[in-house]
């Protein structure tokens, strides 16, 4: 048996457990203990031993130098991403825009804005985020907007467009905008009053103007009363009804008087007497 190969590829070298020999290299462990006594660390004049002492130096000097070479690569690499980010006088270069930069960066299937010649990852030019070739807006975090203080539609703008609720009736109609400092407003209508007859305002809030507000029954007469020698008229409200009626001659002798008992309309027809003999133009002469 070569003893050398047997106990290079046994489990007890891998583990570097030079107490536990594997079976299959019995034989180099006769030989050492015969040679070299019986410490199984002494190397002595025993030739397996010896090589193998020396290799594993061997392989310890080997991965060191792996170990370096992983950390030049490393290096050499931090490196080019510098130099791609960087020109020549060690200022830092800005990346492209997104709409311009020939890349689908929000993977619809489209890149950059339509003067683009052509997409280096295979999609369609002409991506409908953007506006020109100098925004921003072809992002996968482009989302249409909400009320968080955040851009989310990537326009530049917070929290825009997000509109206004108008709520309640009559007086106590409000309008408010539904985003304020990135919190969601609430619309809630102002407290309604009693209802104000004759004032032409909803002021309970019910869509009503001026309901329930029956208007009083009401008589003026301009001739100042039950006067037949000057011609006058009677108006104001009955039954929520507004009227007017003016004093008329019946017959060349008779007028027809209008005046007012109180809030209310009265009439009567009378004959020209008292010094008067006919009727003309409404009234006694």
């Known amino acids: 048996m070569d003893c050398w190969n047997t106990c290079f590829s046994s489990s007890w070298f891998r583990n570097e457990r030079w107490y536990a020999f594997d079976p299959a290299c019995s034989k180099c462990i006769h030989y050492f203990r015969r040679m070299g006594g019986s410490d199984p660390h002494g190397i002595g004049i025993d030739p397996c031993h010896h090589r193998l002492f020396h290799l ?3 392989m310890d000097k080997k ?7 992983a950390v030049v690569v490393l290096a050499i690499a931090i490196i080019g991403v510098a130099l791609y980010t960087t020109n020549m006088t060690g200022k830092a270069v ?3 825009p997104q709409c311009s930069d020939a890349i689908d960066n929000d993977g619809d299937g489209r890149c950059d804005y339509t003067t683009t010649k052509r997409c280096r990852d295979g999609s369609q030019v002409g991506d409908v985020q953007c506006s020109s070739n100098s925004d921003n807006k072809e992002a996968p975090d482009c989302t249409p907007e909400v009320c968080d203080g955040i851009d989310n539609n ?3 703008q917070i929290d825009n467009g997000l509109g206004s609720t108008t709520c309640g009736l009559g007086v ?3 309008t408010v905008q539904n985003c304020v400092g990135g919190v969601l407003q609430t619309c809630t209508p102002s407290s309604p009053s009693p209802e104000e007859c004759g004032d032409n305002i909803d002021n309970d809030c019910d869509g009503l103007v001026d309901e329930g507000c029956g208007i009083p029954d009401s008589c003026t007469d ?5 006067i037949q020698k000057v011609k006058g008229s009677v108006s104001g409200y009955l039954n929520n009804a507004l009227y007017n009626n003016t004093d008329t001659c019946i017959t060349n002798t008779t007028l027809q008087e209008y ?3 109180g809030s209310y309309a009265n009439n009567a027809t009378a004959k020209c007497l008292n010094g008067t003999t006919s ?3 409404g009234r006694c002469i």
Not at 63 to 69: N, R
Not at 222 to 226: F, K, M, Q, T, V
């Open 56 to 58: 594993k130096k061997k």
């Open 63 to 69: 991965a060191q130098v792996v170990g370096i070479i």
């Open 94 to 96: 800005a990346n492209k």
């Open 154 to 156: 990537c326009d530049s």
């Open 172 to 174: 106590c109609q409000r």
């Open 222 to 226: 301009s001739d100042g009363g039950n």
């Open 259 to 261: 005046y007012c008992i």
């Open 279 to 281: 009727c003309s133009n």
